[in-house]
Structure formats: structure tokens, C-alpha cells
């Protein structure tokens, strides 16, 4: 079955940096590939999703980047702000709809 | 307006206990999911269900049972809890099979087992 595995566990950025997480999968048949983002007793919530036509997309401060053949995505946030600070999950899935995430990671961003 | 909506929120039990969490949507979704998050957030699929029918079921002990009346609801019962079942269980849905699209998540049951 699918694998998905996301580095790091852990990020800390300055207010202002960028923050980059990355995620590799293991099924070369999965195509979608979303990144949700949660929020300290919350829940997770979609935030950019790509599907495996397409390479990047981009939605304002938030991009993802899609190699399919190295089996790599990820999630870029540019001029990042305190409340960008959550726990990201990269997941794949094949067209079954079974969401497969990543082990997130919890990013902070210090003012 | 919920989209997804799941109760209780919070739901403390002693071991052994029964108890069960209940799972609604009203988007008209076909599929619909529950998902264990552990202590250290990790996010693991346990069930789904399409129109009423199973079609994933992940190695999960059978005290486990999942349940369907309606393609609106999934409802989690679980038997003779134990310790290592505290978690926070989340519901989703999908649009349906066939494609994939946005999952999206009720709050949450932060579950403990005392």
C-alpha cells in the first residue's frame, strides 16, 4: 500500500523567512496529492491541493511543487507570519479517495 | 452551518467501557471516513464507507466497529476500551469514490480511556 513520509517533524522560521516541507510517496499510481494544515485543537483543514498533471501551483504565499518521478512533493510558504504556525500533513491518494497522510510536521513561526 | 459534525467532543471512560461516537455530514457526500490521531498527531485511516458499504477497513482490533445506517452518518462503536484507545478520532468526507477531491473533517472526539 501507500507510504507517505514528510520531513521535518519540526520547523522553526523567523516571521518574514520562507518554511519549505517536504514528502515522498511510495505508489507511483497516486495523483492526488493535498497538504492540510491544523491548527492547535482543531481541525484539519485543506489548504492546497495539486493533482499529478500539473508540476506546481500557487495560491497567494502558499505553493506546492509535484516530482512525480522521483515520487517528491512539496509545500512552500513564502513570507511567513505567526499564524501560519500549525501542524502541516502532506497525504497522497489514487483515485480509491483513500487519503494516506504524512507524519506532519508543526511549524512555528516566531515573531 | 456544520459541514461535518461529530459528538461528543470530549469523552472521558473507564477500561473496559463501550461507548460510541457519532458522525454526520450534511454535503451530501458519498464517502465518508474515520481517522485515528495519536499523541504524536499522526493521522491513520480506520474505516470507510461508501453510499452505506465498507470498502476500507484497515487493521484496526475488531473491538472496533463501524456503522452506517444512511449515507449521511458513520457512527464508531468501540468495546471493551482500553488504555492505548485515548486518541482524538476524526470523521471526514469525500464527494465519493471515483476521483478525489477535498476531505473534509469534523472537530474532532478526543477520547480518554482512565
Known amino acids: 500500500g501507500e507510504n507517505v513520509e514528510q520531513h521535518p517533524s519540526t520547523l522553526s522560521v523567523q516571521e518574514g523567512d520562507s518554511a519549505v516541507i517536504k514528502c515522498t510517496y511510495s505508489?507511483?499510481?497516486?495523483?492526488?496529492f493535498p497538504w492540510y494544515k491544523q491548527e492547535l485543537g482543531k481541525r484539519p483543514q485543506l489548504i492546497i491541493d495539486?493533482?499529478?498533471?500539473?508540476g506546481e501551483k500557487k495560491d497567494q504565499r502558499i505553493a506546492v511543487t509535484l516530482n512525480k518521478t522521483a515520487k517528491h512533493f512539496s509545500l512552500h510558504i513564502t513570507e511567513t507570519q505567526p499564524e501560519d504556525s500549525a501542524v502541516y500533513f502532506c497525504a497522497a491518494s489514487m483515485s480509491t479517495d483513500k487519503l494516506i497522510f504524512g507524519t506532519g510536521t508543526r511549524l512555528q513561526v516566531f515573531p | 452551518d456544520t459541514a461535518v459534525s461529530q459528538t461528543p467532543k470530549y469523552l472521558v471512560t473507564q477500561m473496559g467501557n463501550d461507548k460510541s461516537i457519532k458522525c454526520e455530514q450534511n454535503l451530501g457526500h458519498d464517502t465518508m471516513y474515520w481517522y485515528k490521531q495519536d499523541s504524536k498527531k499522526f493521522l491513520k485511516i480506520m474505516f470507510s464507507?461508501?453510499?452505506?458499504?465498507?470498502?476500507i477497513n484497515e487493521t484496526v482490533p475488531n473491538r472496533f466497529s463501524p456503522k452506517s445506517p444512511d449515507k449521511a452518518h458513520l457512527n464508531l462503536h468501540i468495546n471493551s476500551l482500553e488504555l492505548g484507545d485515548s486518541a482524538v478520532y476524526f470523521c471526514?468526507?469525500?464527494?465519493?469514490?471515483?476521483?478525489?477531491?477535498?476531505?473534509?473533517f469534523g472537530q474532532g472526539t478526543r477520547l480518554t480511556v482512565v
Open positions: 464507507y461508501n453510499n452505506k458499504e465498507l470498502i
Open positions: 505508489d507511483s499510481a497516486s495523483n492526488y
Open positions: 471526514a468526507s469525500t464527494p465519493g469514490a471515483g476521483g478525489v477531491t477535498e476531505a473534509f
Open positions: 495539486i493533482r499529478s498533471n500539473v
